[in-house]
């Protein structure tokens, strides 16, 4: 059983998934020339990146990227689209993603699960969390069908389910405190100390509340390669 795993941007990697999963993951890494598969092994994640969802002309890779993720869904392949990917997995299959109206959503912030994630085999029992953020794009539209599980007050589709195997999620639960201190590093933001100091202090939380997530999913992938 194996993951296939698209990482847009050198920075932006599996973090803490690559323990949580366990189980093993091939990385396809197009920014350095690296080939988009047609279809995605037992499982597929497409995790986050700084281009928009739309700016093919920036990762020339993107349009292989949605063909991979339509793909997954038709078939019904356990996929776990984060961030960037959940957006290209919302353009991907019909939905719409637009610059975000309401600002920067940037680091830990809280996310509200729906009634419906109750009976969610990766979100049930996940209530109120803290998640890490870090986009602008937001997907103002979600494809037909899916289901919207988590909510939250900057920008409210912050996860749901297409199908019954792909979850699409605007946050980041891969991203440790230091993959998010390298993030604001690279970037402008006068808060950047202080989002890095409340990122650190919610790692208990982080950990606590995601970890069972990416287990859950990975347990969806054995019993999808089980099936």
């Known amino acids: 059983m194996r993951i296939t795993v ?36 037992d499982g597929l994640i497409v995790l986050g990146g700084a281009a928009a969802a739309w700016e093919d002309e920036r ?8 063909d991979l993720l339509r793909r997954a869904v038709d078939e019904g392949t356990p996929t776990l ?10 353009m991907a299959c019909g939905g719409t993603v637009e610059r ?18 109750a009976d969610d085999r990766l979100l049930a029992g996940v209530g109120t969390a803290v998640a890490v953020q870090y986009h602008q794009d937001a997907m103002t539209r979600l494809p037909d069908g899916a289901v919207p599980l988590m909510t939250g007050a900057q920008y409210p ?19 440790t405190p230091e993959i ?26 982080l950990v606590a509340t995601w970890r069972p997530v990416a287990e859950a999913f990975a347990e969806v992938v054995r019993a999808g390669a089980r099936a």
């Open 6 to 41: 698209v990482q847009h941007e050198d920075g932006a990697g599996l973090g803490y998934l690559a323990e949580w999963l366990g189980l093993p993951c091939d990385v396809v890494r197009p920014y350095l020339g690296e080939e988009i598969p047609a279809r995605p092994a």
């Open 59 to 66: 990762s020339p890779w993107q349009p292989a990227t949605r």
């Open 81 to 90: 689209a984060i961030c960037l990917g959940a957006q290209l997995l919302t």
């Open 100 to 117: 975000g109206a309401n600002g920067l959503e940037v680091g830990a912030r809280e996310v509200v699960a729906l009634p419906v994630a």
């Open 157 to 175: 589709n912050q996860a749901y389910r297409l199908g019954e195997a792909a979850w699409a999620v605007q946050f980041h639960p891969e991203a």
């Open 180 to 205: 998010f201190t390298a993030w604001t590093d690279e970037s402008d933001l006068e808060a950047a100390e202080e989002l890095n100091a409340g990122v650190k202090a919610a790692e208990s939380a």
